[in-house]
Structure formats: C-alpha cells, structure tokens
C-alpha cells in the first residue's frame, strides 16, 4: 500500500510553545488529508478535513485558531498546535487519500505522533 | 449524531480459536464500512471493506466481515486466529458520501500461543 510518513513520531513541548506535525504522502498525491487525535483508550476523533490548496473543515468543538492545518501541496499537509497546554497532550494521527467524494479511495495513516506538554 | 460501538474493548483468546468482532454504526443512510488494524507500533492498515454488492466481504490475513444492514452491524470474523492476530481493531463508517470517517474504540486482541 502507499505510505504516508508523519513526523515527528513524538514530542515533548512547554506549555505556551507551539508545535508542528508534518504528514506526507510518500509514492502517491493526496488530494485529502486528514487529522485524527486519540486518547487514551479512546476511538481516533476526526479534528479536521483538508482539501489541497483549501482551507480545512474542523469538525464541531475543534478550535481552528489553536489547531492550523495547512495543505500547501499534494504530498504535504501540517498540523501546528498553536500555544500548547498540557490537555493538548495526545496521539495525533494524520490519514490521507486521493480523491475528494466519498471514500471509494483507500485512506492511508500516518504512524502517529506523541505529544507531551509539560 | 453519527456514531460507532464496538462491543468489545479487549478479547482475549487462545491460538486457533475462532474470532467475533462486534460493530454497530448509527446513520440512517448509504454507508461504506472498513476495518483497520493497528500492529504493535504500526500504522493503522486496512483489512477490510464494504461499499455495495455481497455482503460477506473478504478481506486479507483471512479476515472477512458480513453487512447486516437491518441490524446497522458490521461484524469481523476470522475462524482461526494466530499469535500474530494480536493487534487493535477499529472499525470505521463513511457515512453517506461524505468525505470522512468515523472510528469506534477500537477492540485490543491478544492472542496466547
């Protein structure tokens, strides 16, 4: 399957600082990416949807001034968690596919990254 | 609101016993359904999916999963599972067409040799 690499794998930030995940698609062009987090014990909550070259669509409750999505390219999408405190501490998992209707195309995951806000 | 039950947060089983993964989703409408496993330290991967057509479907690792629409159910199965089966399971609604998906809890195997 195609491989979508997301970096860091895990980070440890100040409290007030902020912080940004990459999320690449590495062998196929990702016309939508999209941003998960996860808690603890906890099923993977759809943050937000982006569109390439458009602004993302945050699920209700996502606050989009503290998480910036930007999707500039085909193969890059990041998420920056804007003046981090420690309840943004979680698992955030990136996905991405090509195409924009539905979901009759494969979504491939990121490997996830750690944060930790102390 | 859009939602997906997995019955089961950790299963426990033996080597070459059979498998039964619980799944019900709640929307009204169409919808495409998937089940991801998640190998320790791995990314998510697709097992599975359903989008139309038979509702028995096969997927890899001899995974299969059966539709049940009258019961909003998507439930996983696999006959004989191996050590190698321990991993997290989720499974994932598409809803209507829209571009997104929705995941359970995902369920915790452990499989003892």
């Known amino acids: 399957g195609a491989v979508v690499s997301q970096h860091p794998s895990w980070v440890i930030c100040k409290s007030g600082t902020s912080v940004k995940i990459e999320c690449r698609s590495l062998?196929?062009?990702?016309?939508?990416m999209f941003w998960y987090r996860q808690f603890p014990k906890q099923s993977l909550m759809l943050m937000a949807t982006?569109?390439?070259?458009?602004?993302?669509?945050?699920e209700q409750g996502v606050e989009k001034d503290k998480f910036l999505i930007n999707h500039a390219s085909l193969t890059l999408s990041t998420l920056t968690v804007t003046s981090a405190h420690p309840e943004d501490s979680s698992f955030y998992i990136c996905?991405?596919?090509?195409?924009?209707?539905?979901?009759?195309?494969?979504?491939?995951f990121g490997q996830g990254t750690r944060l930790t806000v102390v | 609101a859009q939602s997906v039950s997995q019955h089961n947060h950790h299963v426990i089983l033996s080597e070459a016993a059979s498998l039964e993964l619980g799944c019900n989703y709640s929307?009204?409408?169409?919808?495409?359904l998937f089940w991801y496993v998640q190998y320790p330290g791995q990314h998510l991967q697709l097992l599975l999916k359903?989008?139309?057509?038979?509702?028995l479907v096969k997927g890899i690792k001899g995974f299969e999963a059966e539709f049940i629409k009258s019961k909003f159910s998507f439930n996983l199965r696999k006959p004989s599972v191996q050590w190698s089966d321990t991993a997290e399971y989720f499974c994932?609604?598409?809803?209507?067409?829209?571009?997104?998906?929705?995941f359970g809890a995902g369920t915790r195997l452990a499989v003892h040799p």
């Open positions: 996905s991405a596919r090509a195409g924009t209707n539905g979901m009759n195309t494969e979504a491939f």
């Open positions: 062998d196929f062009q990702a016309t939508t």
């Open positions: 982006s569109n390439e070259g458009s602004k993302a669509t945050y």
């Open positions: 929307y009204g409408g169409t919808v495409n």
């Open positions: 359903y989008f139309s057509g038979d509702p």
């Open positions: 994932a609604v598409n809803p209507g067409g829209y571009n997104k998906l929705i």
